[in-house]
């Protein structure tokens, strides 16, 4: 069974930063594309930034120029620094990833459970 785990969630104060990481198991071949979405309460989700194994980024307009995303394809995971943490970036915060299986070569798109960002005083 393939799976993403997601930690670094948690309460943070208006102007600090997080780090998220997120890991992969189970019988996987390669992962493709990795990405951070989020999803704010009465909001839909939305792409936060993606980064392909090659190391390609893309970012939300809205995280730009304070955010990095970066990933270790030997270790199977990717993570997401965000400084300058604003009220407007609380959100539950989701994994994703294009995983091809072991065997099977099969592509399979794959979320994490989600972890709660909380920007407040």
């Known amino acids: 069974q393939v799976q993403l785990v997601e930690s670094g969630g948690g309460l943070v104060q208006p102007g600090g930063s997080l780090r998220l990481s997120c890991a992969a198991s189970?019988?996987?071949?390669?992962?493709?594309?990795m990405g951070w979405y989020r999803q704010a309460p009465g909001k839909q989700r939305e792409t936060v930034a993606t980064?392909?194994?090659?190391?390609?980024?893309n970012y939300a307009d809205s995280v730009k120029g304070r955010s990095t995303i970066s990933r270790d394809n030997a270790k199977k995971t990717v993570w997401l620094q965000v400084n300058s943490l604003k009220p407007e970036d609380t959100a539950v915060y989701y994994c994703?990833?294009?995983?091809?299986?072991?065997?099977?070569?099969?592509?399979?798109?794959?979320w994490g459970q989600g972890t709660l960002v909380t920007v407040s005083s």
């Open positions: 994703n990833a294009d995983i091809v299986l072991a065997f099977s070569y099969r592509s399979l798109e794959v």
């Open positions: 189970g019988s996987i071949s390669r992962i493709n594309v």
């Open positions: 980064i392909t194994s090659g190391g390609s980024t």
